[in-house]
């Protein structure tokens, strides 16, 4: 039988992080079960080193980090199976010429037949709108098209799990909500997204406010964001 733990969704235990001499995180303990959940807080704060923890980027230095039931240090290679990432910067990600291979290349490691394969590339650059774009050199697009085609190749793998740090910070605000709508599709992925864009923090379930590596405030969005707002608009 399956127990609680191994269906819940994100569960830091004492999960802290020290980088060098910084204790960059304080210990942790949170059970996140909303399959949307954002991720606020100042700069400097512990966002994007909450998102690598659950990625499985980085281990925690002391306590656990459970994602999807697996942990995320003994059974890494199962949870980077499972999830996807997306980062801000567009031109970090693509590592293949053209569109469609930079697309296939996140298939690389599924064994599925090469024929399914490609007609799951055909569908997902379609549903993100670069299908004519298919043969283009990928580092010619525009910085709005190269963030699509991140999350084409983030979706085409159908990931139980995003994990978005900041996806929208370079883009334009009619890119900027078309990443969005993707990322709140109801497809049924759960979503781990790191924003400084509050209206998008707020349609999350659930959020979390981080304040110098600890976790002030957690609940749900509306209420967490707005007492995230007051503590600079008072
Ligand atoms: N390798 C490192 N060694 C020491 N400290 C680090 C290291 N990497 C990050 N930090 C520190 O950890 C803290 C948290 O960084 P993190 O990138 O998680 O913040 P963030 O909330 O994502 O910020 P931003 O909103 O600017 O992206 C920062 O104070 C940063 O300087
Ligand atoms: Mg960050």
Not at 73 to 93: C, E, H, M, Y
Not at 184 to 206: E, K, M, N, S, Y
Request: aromatic fraction near 4%; include cysteine.
């Amino acid at each position: 039988m399956t127990s609680a733990t191994a269906v819940s969704g994100i569960r830091f235990d004492g999960a802290a992080v020290r980088l060098g001499d910084a204790d960059v995180l304080a210990p942790i303990s949170l059970d996140l079960d909303a399959r949307t959940v954002a991720v606020v807080g100042d700069n400097g704060s512990g966002k994007s080193t909450v998102a690598r923890l659950v990625a499985g980027l980085i281990r925690p230095t002391a306590g656990t980090v459970r994602v999807l039931g697996c942990d995320t240090v003994r059974d890494a290679a199962a949870l980077r199976r499972r999830t996807a990432i997306v980062f801000s910067n567009p031109d970090a990600q693509i590592v293949m010429p053209t569109v469609a291979e930079d697309v296939a290349f996140s298939l690389r490691s599924d064994r599925s037949p090469r024929s399914e394969r490609a007609a799951r590339v055909e569908r997902a650059l379609q549903r993100f709108g670069l299908e004519g774009q298919r043969d283009h050199p990928a580092h010619e697009l525009s910085g709005g098209q190269k963030q699509l085609l991140a999350l084409c190749g983030a979706f085409v793998r159908d990931p139980e799990l995003v994990v978005a740090d900041e996806p929208t910070a370079f883009l334009d605000g009619r890119n900027a909500a078309r990443v969005a709508e993707h990322l709140f599709d109801g497809t049924g992925h759960r979503l781990l997204l790191v924003t400084h864009d509050l209206d998008l923090a707020r349609r999350c379930q659930v959020a979390v406010h981080i304040e110098a590596g600890r976790v002030v405030g957690t609940g749900p969005a509306a209420g967490v964001v707005a007492d995230y707002e007051s503590t600079w608009r008072r």
